[in-house]
C-alpha cells in the first residue's frame, strides 16, 4: 500500500507561484508513472500532468509551458512547479500513482488546495 502526502497549496496571487510536493511511502520507481490531478468546485477531477517511470512527461494543455513536473527517485518524491498562475488553476491539487501491474487500482494523495485570488 503506498501512502502519498501533497504538500505546498495555499495562496497566491495571480502571476504568481507555487511548488507542490508528494511525497510516497515507498518506491516511486515501482510505479509506472507518477502524476497531479486538480479538481475546481463543481467541476470533474481533471489531469494536469504526469510523468512515466522513463522520465517522459505529459501536460494539460492548459497548463503547458507553465507547469514543469518532476520527480526524485531518491526521496520518493514528485514535484509541481506552478508558474504564471491563474484564477482558473484555484483546486485541489491530488498526487496519483499508477502502478505498472495492469488491474491494480491507484493511489491517490488526500489533496492540497491552491487558490489563485488577488
Not at 510536493?21 to 518506491?27: D, F, L, P, Q, R
Not at 515501482?30 to 489531469?47: C, V
Amino acid at each position: 500500500q503506498l501512502q502519498l502526502v501533497e504538500s505546498g497549496g495555499g495562496l497566491v496571487q495571480p502571476g504568481g507561484s507555487l511548488r507542490l510536493s508528494c511525497a510516497a511511502s515507498g518506491s516511486i520507481q515501482s510505479m509506472y508513472r507518477m502524476g497531479w490531478y486538480r479538481q475546481a468546485p463543481g467541476k470533474q477531477r481533471e489531469l494536469v500532468a504526469f510523468i512515466t517511470s522513463g522520465g517522459s512527461t505529459t501536460y494539460a494543455d492548459s497548463v503547458k509551458g507553465r507547469f514543469t513536473i518532476s520527480r526524485d527517485n531518491a526521496k520518493n518524491t514528485v514535484y509541481l512547479q506552478m508558474n504564471s498562475l491563474k484564477p482558473e488553476d484555484t483546486a485541489v491539487y491530488y498526487c496519483n500513482a499508477k502502478p505498472k501491474v495492469i488491474g491494480l487500482l491507484d493511489y491517490w494523495g488526500q489533496g492540497t488546495q491552491v487558490t489563485v485570488a488577488a
